[in-house]
């Protein structure tokens, strides 16, 4: 008990910064995957320490990019037909996202080895297991709420 109440207390300052001014769905959902990772990663105080300051780092990263991608593709999403664009602009458009996502593996290589040249290689695979297993979490209820289609 005196671990988790140390981990969150770690993990607060990462939850205020989230928070942001407008305290939207992205920040509750966060703050439900540090409360997930706590419970899942069960980290002596003295791993804590090192474990959040650099998980923090890697959300701020990860949303840092993630946001430039949500802003320069909106353009994209927003074409009905992609026949309004000519050949060039559609290559770059697909190049475009090709680099976004070579960009989000490079952060995942760098905090990857952060994480492990910081902590005991079964922390660091226990944390790459606990975000699979919260990710499916999330998707089994997101599954459960959603309407099912009535068939005929």
Not at 19 to 40: F, I
Not at 52 to 69: F, G, H, M, Q, T
Not at 82 to 95: A, N, P, S, V
Not at 125 to 151: C, D, H, V, W
């Amino acid at each position: 008990m005196k671990n988790l109440i140390f981990t969150l207390l770690l993990a607060v300052p990462f939850l205020a910064i989230a928070q942001g001014p407008h305290g939207g769905n992205g920040e509750k959902m966060e703050a439900r995957k540090v409360a997930w990772l706590t419970t899942k990663l069960d980290l002596s105080a003295e791993d804590a320490k090192i474990f959040w300051p650099i998980y923090n780092d890697y959300v701020r990263d990860l949303s840092a990019l993630r946001k430039e991608r949500s802003q320069k593709m909106i353009s994209f999403r927003k074409l009905k037909e992609i026949e309004d664009l000519d050949d060039e602009e559609i290559q770059t458009l697909i190049l475009n996202d090709f680099n976004f996502r070579q960009r989000d593996l490079n952060i995942e290589r760098k905090y990857y080895n952060k994480f492990k040249s910081n902590l005991p290689i079964k922390t660091v695979g226990k944390f790459y297991r606990a975000q699979e297993a919260f990710k499916k979490e999330i998707l089994q209820q997101y599954r459960a709420a959603r309407p099912t289609p009535a068939t005929n």
